[in-house]
């Protein structure tokens, strides 16, 4: 796989300067975007970064030394996108800069190579990602790892950082799980490349509820990792490159629809028609199949779900993934399944549609806005009385779970599925 | 200066003689006992324009007066020379009932206006003392209020727009007849309680309210001012609240309070309802609505405090006192303190959630100075104002009515150069001597 | 209207923009200066960095030297009194969301940009007052006081990013001011540097103090007088109960009549906002909602106060409605239901922004009983130059937003859509209302204001700036007209062009 030299701006290709025009820089983003939040500066803000955009366009500016940061340090949160009341698909331009910045190589060397390594020599692969993994794990039980994590400095943050590998990894298999019974409908689970490591009992936990709602589930094991990080990182050729890879094997898996557990991999998965709209082969498949995209709690919410009858007992608060609200504006399914677990006191968090600044790589990218915005998100949850704090995504649940172990904080972080999962089996 | 004789003969080639005052009646057009050279009452804006152009020009001491009633606001003028009337101007009401705004001379009666509006199922919702009889230029102009100011707010909140003439005769305008509107810097403020030393008002824009189906005054006697204040001051708070709240203090320490409930018949049962089981609980004798006769007489007592009985060579002194609403049982409780120690009858109307009170005093005109200064050192540690509303001729020449305007007296100063810069309009009676 | 024009005399009515050009040259001491006043991160100065800097709502641009980020008064005033000795022009802003061009660095030199100081210094809720700092956003301020069961009454429809600094210096206005009034109704006081750095406060918690009103000069005054570091600002008890009202009309008219009906009737709704047919099909196009194809008009009305008052007050509007030829009417008092109702009238403008690339965005006031026939004109305007022009309007304060559609790479559409505009303004001046309700007259339609205001009018005004800010490097070139362009009306130049803002 070659990344496609582009000789000219991405953006200059009709849709995106389209898009790019549709934003009559109101400002009303402004107080929806992290960034501009912390910083209070214009050039960390939706509308500074499209004015940036522009000037590129027009060649009032070159993406220099001095832009680049600012296209770096947005999350892609996509918040902007649901404040915009001009419907600028902000996060479509920004993937489309990003992807000027990799092609041309606008980036410090070291990152570059990172990422690099990152985009086409781990995430394609879900065996090496495997493998890495149960280095890690090793890694992570020796005592030296311990002492790693409190070296000062950015080594010891970024080992603070890496999720723990202590569980049972999830595999894709051969079989499919089938409910007892006549099944009502087909799925196929995204398997993913970081959660069935660092969230395998969750991906578990979704197997035995879409069983327990009657639901057939396949996990085909040539699946790969969505493409995700690497469209956000820029590298939109090699996103093609898997995105068509998933799509043949859904596709050939013949179901009614595509589950994610993870709300940063339903986005990007939903967004497949788009980004594969000018492929000659995958275009019309692409476009299908996206349709059958549903997160997990959208899916179940429409289904309808079977009431869970176990009484949890807890309080619990939610925090939307950017992904899930903003991308695929779900805010209100997955409230519905923790308000029907008996004995859930949910209670709503202060800005809980705010990023909590994992976003991906970002946190590894972009360390000291990340623990900027995990500060922030940390505080607001320890302003609410909770056992449990439910989330929808994996960055999301790493992020916050060593952002509330730093604060001392005992409060546990699950997955909606999880607490789910566990209602049914009281 | 010439001589009175003289300064007439100049004016009547400037203007009809029918327009000016005969010489004998000067006396009852005395400012703070000033008796002016001339008073003219100009029957057109061309008129009092050509007049104030050569009063600015000659620098004549110009005195603008509406119906007179409130030129005993202020300090006395240090010099008046001209006493110009703005009721001889031909006064228009054009009222717009579907657009809720009315435009009006600025000679205009205020009861003239109220009962226009009333044809059309409106009012403007202000009580200034005696009110009625005011013009509305006057009212504007000294910016006094009245208890309805709690509900309704001031005549700030209606002003729309303003025609002024300057000192040299030039006639502007500022803001204008919609309910909205951002064109240009807003003027219409600055005149609103300057006390005409800016410009005189010619004619005023002004939004108008309906007029309330229903009027209600519940009366309550109190044991002591303290709690009225307290139990006045949650009511005002509360979401059932009334429009005006008032608690008068005799000079005997007898508690009266009113409170007035305005607007639909379901909004004032329920809202008196609430009061009632608010007063109940907190009061030993029962509270009860009173008649509508006795509820017009006690609201023009009020609104009317010490104006009614105002005598130039009287013995009455009326300080209005301000400041935060948390603050006022604190300042009132130092007021009552200070009169008791120097003997001092003192008689009060309060509006607690207003934060403002009003002192009646008798018999410190011997001593006025030293009682203002110690009322506005009390008041000064609140962070308030006290501000000599009334006070007799005599006495009121040892004092500066305002007390301190706060920081911004540089600017006041600045602006009054740059709008009168000669000095004409009411010299020396607004605050620090502008 | 016409001939007052010629009598402006430039001398009079225009800044000398920048008195001297030296500074220009001296740029870098410049920036080492202001990072010795607020720090080296809060300057901004790098060319690409300021190309953000160089806009706000309006579509026009002016790219300033440097953008300051002061946190304290202390710092706002060290950087006005540099300013002011090197005669560098000094733009301040809030979080840039104006409609008129008010934050724009027109004539370049220093931005101050207030968005660091963002604090809610205090809450008072016995006396109903806060004490903030110029960058709080409305919104939140609204947030923090709904603790204490109150609010802040001003909403400008960007009231989720503008600042209080900004309402403050607009005298911003809302849906929801038909009762509640405006900005200018709600600020008792102002911390305030003046241009040569000296820092007061004018007003207090309560009003009533003796002396002039500055406060109610200062707000409205679209940053030209000061700098605003602080306010205090009077906060409203929630209303116990909110009902909010949809009623279906075939006609415009009939929509007008309603209004009138409930005006007439003596209720004082918080809001009532129309929509018109054009309006209404790309909405309904964009969300689908419902509303039947047929649709003329929509009508939002909403009433607060307490329980008995509203239910009492609904009733008869409903009533009224029907009464008026309504064909269809929905209401609803949970916030829910009541912001189901609102989210086409919110979504208005993003849904029309789709019917064409581009869209010129008019604010406009006439007395509410002329709005018909001000509508009628503006829908002949329209045809005339074969622009279509939906019209979202505050109907109850008489305030209209025509929103001329145009597509600005068809060639000449921009000029035809700015001329409509222009004549529009010119339709409410002459059914006696004025040029701008609620955006501000800032670059947008600094040569507009002879169509209202006389060269007398106007030179009082510059005798109120002259009071405050003699030298004019506070905010130079916005409000008053270049004695230029308005020797001949014909010749107006707006100068913002096309897609002004994306809300009203």
């Known amino acids: ?426 | 200066m010439s001589s009175p004789n003289e300064f007439q003969n100049e004016l009547s080639k400037l203007i009809m003689s029918s327009r000016l005052v005969p010489n004998a009646d000067l006396h009852s057009f005395r400012v703070d006992g000033c008796v002016p050279k001339a008073v003219v009452m100009p029957v057109s804006e061309r008129e009092l324009s050509e007049l104030l152009a050569e009063a600015y020009r000659k620098e004549w001491a110009v005195v603008p007066r509406g119906s007179g009633h409130s030129l005993k606001v202020g300090n006395s003028p240090l010099k008046v020379d001209l006493v110009v009337g703005t009721t001889g101007l031909e006064q228009s009401i054009d009222y717009s009932p579907s657009d809720l705004t009315v435009t009006v001379g600025a000679g205009t009666r205020f009861h003239e206006l109220q009962s226009n509006l009333a044809k059309g199922g409106h009012w403007l919702p202000i009580d200034p003392p005696l009110g009625p009889v005011r013009t509305i230029g006057g009212i504007l102009a000294t910016n006094l209020v009245g208890p309805l100011s709690f509900g309704y707010g001031t005549v700030r909140d209606y002003l729309l727009g303003l025609r002024v003439v300057g000192p040299d005769g030039t006639v502007t305008k500022n803001g204008g007849r919609v309910v909205k509107n951002v064109t240009g810097f807003d003027l219409t403020k600055l005149h609103i309680g300057a006390l005409g030393t800016l410009g005189i008002i010619l004619e005023a824009n002004l939004k108008v309210m309906p007029l309330p189906k229903c009027d209600k005054t519940i009366f309550v006697n109190f044991d002591r001012w303290q709690t009225g204040i307290q139990t006045f001051m949650l009511q005002s708070l509360s979401s059932y609240n009334g429009q005006a709240v008032e608690l008068i203090v005799g000079a005997d320490g007898d508690v009266k309070g009113y409170i007035r409930f305005l607007g639909s018949e379901s909004s004032v049962a329920a809202r008196v309802e609430e009061a009632f089981k608010l007063l109940t609980s907190s009061v030993t004798n029962p509270p009860r609505i009173i008649t509508e006769k006795q509820a017009m007489d006690v609201w023009d007592e009020i609104q009317n405090f010490g104006w009614g009985d105002y005598s130039e060579n009287g013995d009455d002194v009326i300080i209005r006192i301000g400041c935060s609403p948390s603050k006022i049982g604190s300042v009132i409780k130092d007021m009552f303190d200070y009169c008791a120690q120097n003997r001092h009858p003192i008689e009060i109307i309060a509006s607690p959630a207003r934060g403002v009170f009003k002192c009646k005093l008798k018999g410190i005109t011997s001593v006025l100075a030293e009682t203002v200064t110690m009322f506005r050192k009390t008041t000064a540690r609140f962070g308030g104002y006290a501000v000599v509303e009334l006070a007799p001729v005599k006495a009121k020449k040892n004092i500066d009515v305002w007390g301190d305007p706060g920081l911004g007296i540089q600017l006041m100063r600045r602006l009054k150069e740059k709008l009168d810069p000669n000095g004409i309009f009411n010299v020396g009676r607004y605050v620090e001597g502008i | 209207m016409l001939h007052k024009c010629k009598f402006i005399k430039q001398s009079n009515i225009c800044f000398s923009l920048i008195p001297s050009q030296e500074w220009v040259l001296n740029t870098h001491k410049l920036i080492n200066e202001l990072e010795g006043i607020v720090g080296k991160s809060s300057v901004i100065h790098h060319p690409d960095d300021l190309l953000v800097f160089a806009y706000d709502g309006l579509v026009d641009t002016g790219t300033p030297q440097a953008v300051v980020f002061p946190t304290s008064t202390e710092q706002v005033s060290k950087v006005l009194t540099l300013a002011n000795s090197r005669n560098i022009p000094v733009t301040p802003r809030g979080a840039g969301t104006g409609l008129s061009g008010g934050a724009i660095a027109h004539a370049g030199g220093i931005e101050l940009s207030l968005t660091r100081m963002s604090s809610i210094l205090e809450i008072d809720p016995e006396n109903r007052t806060a004490l903030v700092e110029p960058g709080v956003v409305n919104l939140d301020l609204s947030t923090a006081a709904s603790a204490h069961g109150l609010y802040f009454a001003p909403d400008p429809s960007s009231q989720r990013a503008c600042t209080i600094g900004g309402n403050v210096a607009e005298n911003s206005g809302g849906p929801h001011c038909l009762k509640y009034g405006v900005t200018t109704n709600h600020v008792l006081a102002l911390e305030v540097v003046l241009e040569d750095g000296s820092v007061l406060w004018l007003g207090d918690a309560y009003r009533g103090r003796p002396g002039y009103d500055l406060v109610g000069a200062l707000v409205g005054s679209e940053g030209m007088l000061g700098v605003f570091t602080k306010a205090i600002v009077s906060l409203l008890p929630s209303p116990e109960s909110v009902r909010t009202l949809l009623a279906v009309f075939s006609d415009i008219d009939l929509a007008s009549n309603a209004v009138s009906k409930v005006i007439a009737s003596g209720l004082i709704p918080t809001a009532m906002e129309m929509m018109d047919a054009l309006t209404i099909r790309a909405v309904e196009k964009a969300m689908n909602f419902g509303y039947p194809k047929d649709a003329g008009a929509i009508l939002l009305i909403e009433v607060d106060g307490l329980e008995v008052e509203v239910i009492d007050a609904m009733e008869q509007i409903i009533e009224m409605c029907y009464d008026s030829g309504a064909a269809a009417v929905k209401h609803a008092s949970e916030s829910k239901d009541r912001e189901m109702l609102w989210a086409g009238r919110k979504g208005a403008l993003g849904a029309l922004g789709a019917l064409a690339p581009n869209y010129y965005l008019v604010d406009g006031v006439v007395p509410r009983s002329k709005l018909t026939d001000v509508l009628q004109k503006v829908s002949e305007i329209g045809e005339q130059y074969g622009l279509p022009i939906a019209n979202v309007l505050h109907a109850g304060d008489g305030n209209l937003h025509p929103l001329i559609v145009f597509d600005e790479r068809q060639k000449g559409k921009k000029e035809q859509a700015m001329e409509a505009g222009a004549k529009i303004v010119e339709i409410c001046v002459n059914a006696g209302g004025t040029l701008t309700g609620e955006h501000g007259v800032g670059l947008e339609k600094k040569d507009f204001m002879p169509l209202v205001f006389n060269e007398e009018d106007i030179s009082l005004m510059m005798k109120l700036k002259d009071t405050f800010a003699p030298t004019g490097l506070l905010n130079p070139g916005k409000m008053f007209p270049d004695g230029s362009s308005c020797a001949d009306f014909r010749q107006i130049n707006i100068t913002g062009t096309a897609g002004l803002g994306s809300w009203i």
């Open chain 1, 1 to 426: 796989m070659q990344p496609l030299v582009f000789a000219d701006n991405l953006i200059k290709k009709p849709t995106e300067n389209e898009d790019l025009y549709k934003c009559v820089h109101c400002g009303l983003c402004l107080s929806s975007c992290p960034t501009y939040l912390v910083t209070g500066l214009e050039t960390e803000s939706p509308r500074g970064r499209i004015a940036l955009m522009k000037a590129v366009h027009e060649d009032r500016a070159v993406l220099s030394k001095q832009i680049i940061p600012h296209m770096e340090l947005c999350l892609q949160c996509r918040a902007c996108e649901v404040a915009c009341p001009s419907g600028v698909p902000f996060g479509r331009l920004m993937e489309a800069t990003r992807e000027q910045i990799y092609v041309q190589k606008k980036e410090p060397f070291l990152r570059r190579l990172i990422l690099k390594i990152v985009f086409h020599h781990a995430l394609p692969y879900p065996r090496r990602l495997y493998f890495i993994g149960r280095l890690l794990r090793i890694f992570q039980r020796l005592r030296i790892s311990q002492i790693m994590r409190k070296i000062p400095g950015k080594i010891g943050q970024l080992h603070a950082q890496l999720p723990s590998l202590n569980g049972d990894f999830f595999r894709p298999s051969k079989e499919s799980f089938r409910p007892k019974g006549q099944a009502k409908s087909r799925v196929g689970l995204l398997s993913g490349c970081v959660m069935p490591m660092t969230h395998g009992s969750t991906m578990e936990a979704v197997v035995r509820v879409l069983v327990r709602n009657k639901c057939e589930v396949v996990v085909p094991e040539a699946q790969v990792c969505c493409g995700a990080l690497n469209l956000h990182g820029g590298d939109k050729e090699q996103a093609k490159e898997m995105a068509r890879r998933n799509l043949k094997v859904f596709y050939e898996a013949n179901i009614d629809a595509i589950i994610v557990a993870s709300a940063g991999c339903g986005s990007t998965m939903k967004e497949y028609g788009d980004l594969l709209k000018n492929d000659s082969e995958y275009a019309e498949i692409a476009q299908v199949m996206s349709e059958k995209v549903k997160d997990i709690s959208e899916f179940l919410v429409e289904l309808p779900l079977d009431p869970p009858e176990g009484n949890l007992g807890i309080s619990v608060t939610y925090q939307d993934p950017c992904h899930l609200a903003h991308a695929q504006r779900i805010t209100d399914a997955p409230r519905k399944l923790l308000r029907s677990i008996p004995g859930v006191n949910l209670i709503e968090l202060n800005s809980a549609n705010t990023c909590c600044g994992a976003a991906g790589l970002y946190s590894t990218l972009q360390p000291k806005m990340s623990q900027e915005l995990q500060r922030k998100k940390v505080e607001s949850v320890l302003q609410v009385d909770c056992e449990v704090m439910a989330t929808g995504n994996p960055g999301c649940a790493i992020q916050l779970e060593n952002g509330l172990e730093s604060a001392g904080s005992t409060i546990q972080v699950k997955h909606v599925i999880d607490l789910l999962d566990q209602s049914y089996n009281v």
